[in-house]
T-cell receptor, first 115, second 114 residues
């Protein structure tokens, strides 16, 4: 079965700092990859997704992620964070196979941006 | 609001009681998912419907849990004889189908078993 590992459970940064959140997955086949964000008191929202094509994908709010197949990684980046980026970030994988295609999530990274 | 809606948003129940949650997916979405999320963890897949057919159930879904989607629209998740370990956020999500399609989440139903 597939699994997702997020290396940093808690990250604290100052505004304008650069961000990189690590995500690795374990599955040998073809996958779709996602980053979701959960702002305090709100539902999960999609930040960006990778299905195929250009491994560098751009999402909302200035976020981007790079799929590196050889490293089974899909790290999330943002060059300059804002206080409003404080949230929980989840990496998820969806395996392309027959039958169900529910997402497998990592445990999340709690990001705190200090003004 | 045309997103995924869930009801109730919060439920406190005594151990041993039954609870039921309802989910209304985004209109025209034929796939509906239930997840469970506990503090400090990511959402965990419970079960999935395509239209009215329940196609997969996680091993997390014990026999006290049952989910239905009778007409392929809204869905219910019932937990019988609740236990304290059932305390969690129950998330519903929907998508329009295809393994690459985006899955949209509702705001969740918080369950506290006392």
């Amino acid at each position: 079965a597939q699994s997702v590992s997020q290396h940093n459970h808690h990250v604290i940064l100052s505004e304008a700092a650069s961000l990189e959140l690590g995500c690795n997955y374990s599955y040998g086949g073809t996958v779709n990859l996602f980053w979701y964000v959960q702002y305090p008191g709100q539902h999960l929202q999609l930040l960006l997704k990778y299905f195929s094509g250009d491994p560098l994908v751009k999402g909302i709010k200035g976020f981007e992620a790079e799929f590196i197949k050889s490293k089974f990684s899909f790290n999330l980046r943002k060059p300059s964070v804002q206080w409003s980026d404080t949230a929980e970030y989840f990496c998820a994988v969806n395996v392309r196979r027959g039958g169900a295609d529910g997402l497998t999530f990592g445990k999340g990274t709690h990001l705190i941006i200090q003004p | 609001d045309t997103g995924v809606s869930q009801d109730p948003r919060h439920k406190i129940t005594k151990r041993g009681q039954n609870v039921t949650f309802r989910c209304d997916p985004i209109s025209e979405h034929n796939r509906l998912y239930w997840y469970r999320q506990t503090l400090g963890q990511g959402p965990e897949f419970l079960t999935y419907f395509q239209n009215e057919a329940q196609l997969e159930k996680s091993r997390l879904l014990s026999d006290r849990f049952s989910a239905e989607r009778p007409k392929g629209s809204f869905s219910t998740l019932e937990i019988q004889r609740t236990e304290q370990g059932d305390s969690a956020m129950y998330l519903c999500a929907s998508s329009s189908g295809g393994s690459g399609n985006t899955i949209y989440f509702g705001e969740g139903s918080w369950l506290t078993v006392v």
